[in-house]
């Protein structure tokens, strides 16, 4: 296993194998923080239930926004250029729970509740990472997150407690990004994965990430009195 | 030392600038929630913030 921890300046003399996963997985985070306001901006914005949920959705927006030029920033130092995704079409995002739109409230809801939650285990990933640089942008970001994760998880309450239809929307919503939450944690066994955290660059395996992700879930689901979706049900990665 | 990626600083600079925009029209509008003038106004800020970045014409911010 690497321990050493490695400063932009070193990154030259570093084996091709770990420049290469470090600018892969710098170019996937990038793409997942510009490609939620890529979801939900051009939908939601003008239909947020009040005045105020149209003002968090923007200041979510640019919260992610910031992520992304935080990202790019420690990508670009290290010559990976990632500002391309800035015009990527949503059909080309990396993860494949960003290709598409996001058309209703309970969706933009339960995105956040469950999806940035996954982002919030991402970037857990890199805590005592051996890239500096990017243990550096981690804490801000993930503040942020949290920030996210509640109000998704607020929103989501509150249509529960709205009644039966509500309810039902929630539900719908739940069963819909539960699945694709799993999935963005990858293939249990993955060789990739395996040499993330050989070089330090990841802490935990994407099968054990996606189980302590379930422990944290499930029991919210149960709490709020929606079903757990079955975690096997439509999965593109097992 | 590796070469770092062009315009890298334009564009952090881009961004910094469309952020704290942004934020500042998030926080001319939460606490005038109830005044729809003044709101609405805010909310149009940012639609028009958001609307050029999500556009992404990376090349027309550099220049």
């Known amino acids: 296993m690497f321990t050493d921890k490695i400063e932009v300046k070193d990154f030259d003399k570093m084996n091709p194998e770990y420049k290469e996963l470090l600018g892969h997985v710098l170019t996937i985070q990038a793409d997942c923080e510009i490609g939620g306001p890529h979801l939900y901006v051009e939908k939601m914005l003008p239909a947020a239930p009040t005045k105020l949920d149209q003002l968090i959705v923007a200041r979510t927006a640019a919260e992610e926004i910031d992520h992304f030029r935080k990202v790019a920033r420690v990508a670009g130092d290290i010559g990976i250029d990632v500002s391309f995704l800035l015009s990527q079409p949503n ?3 990396f993860v494949e729970t960003f290709r598409g739109l996001i058309t209703t409230w309970e969706d933009n809801a339960v995105f956040g509740f469950l ?3 996954v982002g919030r285990y991402q970037l857990e990933e890199f805590y005592d990472c051996s890239y500096l640089p990017l243990q550096r942008i981690l804490p801000d ?8 994760i509640e109000y998704g998880y607020n929103k989501t309450v509150e249509l ?3 009644g039966d239809v509500g309810k039902a929307k929630a539900q719908k919503a739940v ?3 539960y699945i694709r939450a799993l999935d963005m944690f990858g293939r249990t066994g993955s060789k ?3 040499r993330y955290r050989y070089w330090g660059l990841k802490r935990r395996s994407n099968e054990q990430a996606r189980e302590d992700y379930l422990n944290e879930v499930d029991p919210i689901l149960k709490k709020i009195g929606l079903k757990v979706p079955d975690p096997n049900q439509g999965r593109h990665f097992a | 030392m590796p070469q770092p990626v062009e315009n890298l600083d334009k564009l952090d600079e881009h961004l910094k600038a469309v952020v704290q925009a942004l934020h ?6 939460i606490p005038h929630v109830k005044e729809p003038q ?3 106004n805010a909310v149009a800020d940012c639609r028009e913030i958001l609307d050029e970045i999500m556009a992404g014409h990376v090349k027309e911010w550099l220049n």
């Open chain 1, 192 to 194: 990739r994965s395996e």
């Open chain 1, 91 to 93: 059909e080309k995002r």
């Open chain 1, 160 to 162: 529960i407690e709205s």
């Open chain 2, 24 to 29: 500042g029209a998030v926080k001319q509008g």
């Open chain 1, 115 to 117: 999806i940035d939650r």
């Open chain 2, 38 to 40: 003044i709101v609405d």
């Open chain 1, 141 to 148: 970001i993930v503040t942020e997150e949290l920030g996210h």
């Open chain 1, 175 to 177: 069963d819909y990004w």
